[in-house]
T-cell receptor
Framework: TQLLEQSPQFLSIQEGENLTVYCNSS?????LQWYRQEPGEGPVLLVT?????EVKKLKRLTFQFGDARKDSSLHITAAQPGDTGLYLC???????????FGGGTRLMVKP | DVKVTQSSRYLVKRTGEKVFLECVQD?????MFWYRQDPGLGLRLIYF???????EKGDIPEGYSVSREKKERFSLILESASTNQTSMYLC???????????????FGPGTRLTVL
């Protein structure tokens, strides 16, 4: 089983602050996905990165895939209460048909 | 709008009972997955299926079985529920990809199972 370590596990910040969530592994993945899960719902895909060194932006969220395709980071600029949720990274293998999930980062943004 | 539905949001069962969790997707996806989600452990794969009547064990299949008689429906069965199976169960589906490096999984809302 390929493992993905996410850090931090919990993060509580004030509205307007910046934050970074990390996702690390000793394994190489064909892709790295980030999902967000809100209470009472299943995870929803935010972004997929597939090339080493790739950077993708989604409004205030910036996602980066490590050069060696073993790690990724999610940076949120000027966090808002609507960003509150559980963020999960997932490494793809087997042509991306299978995913290994990290333990998740629970983010709370206080107004 | 794509949709994965699960039969129950909340379920309370007693130790030793047989439990059925149903999942239906309307996207004509080949792949279907059952995960359990526990705090700090992320999602762990129990079983997956890439076609009707086909199933493969995931990382934690012990104590579970599955059934896929129709393409749109994937059932998770706990033959004899135990307290350590208290968890959130998530179903997901996706198209099968053969020449791609990535794929998106679509999730249902989850079933929170409590075994007393």
């Amino acid at each position: 089983t390929q493992l993905l370590e996410q850090s931090p596990q919990f993060l509580s910040i004030q509205e307007g602050e910046n934050l970074t969530v990390y996702c690390n592994s000793s394994s190489v993945f064909s892709s790295l996905q980030w999902y967000r899960q809100e209470p009472g719902e299943g995870p929803v895909l935010l972004v997929t990165v597939v090339t080493g060194g790739e950077v993708k932006k989604l409004k205030r969220l910036t996602f980066q895939f490590g050069d060696a395709r073993k790690d990724s980071s999610l940076h949120i600029t000027a966090a808002q209460p609507g960003d509150t949720g559980l963020y999960l990274c997932a490494g793809g293998y087997n042509a991306g048909n299978m995913l290994t999930f990290g333990g998740g980062t629970r983010l709370m943004v206080k107004p | 709008d794509v949709k994965v539905t699960q039969s129950s949001r909340y379920l309370v069962k007693r130790t030793g009972e047989k439990v059925f969790l149903e999942c239906v997707q309307d996207m004509d996806h080949e792949n279907m997955f059952w995960y359990r989600q526990d705090p700090g452990l992320g999602l762990r794969l129990i079983y997956f299926s890439y076609d009707v009547k086909m199933k493969e064990k995931g990382d934690i299949p012990e104590g579970y079985s599955v059934s896929r008689e129709k393409k749109e429906r994937f059932s998770l069965i706990l033959e004899s529920a135990s307290t350590n199976q208290t968890s959130m169960y998530l179903c997901a589906s996706s198209f099968i990809r053969l020449q791609s490096s990535y794929n998106e999984q679509f999730f249902g809302p989850g079933t929170r199972l409590t075994v007393l």
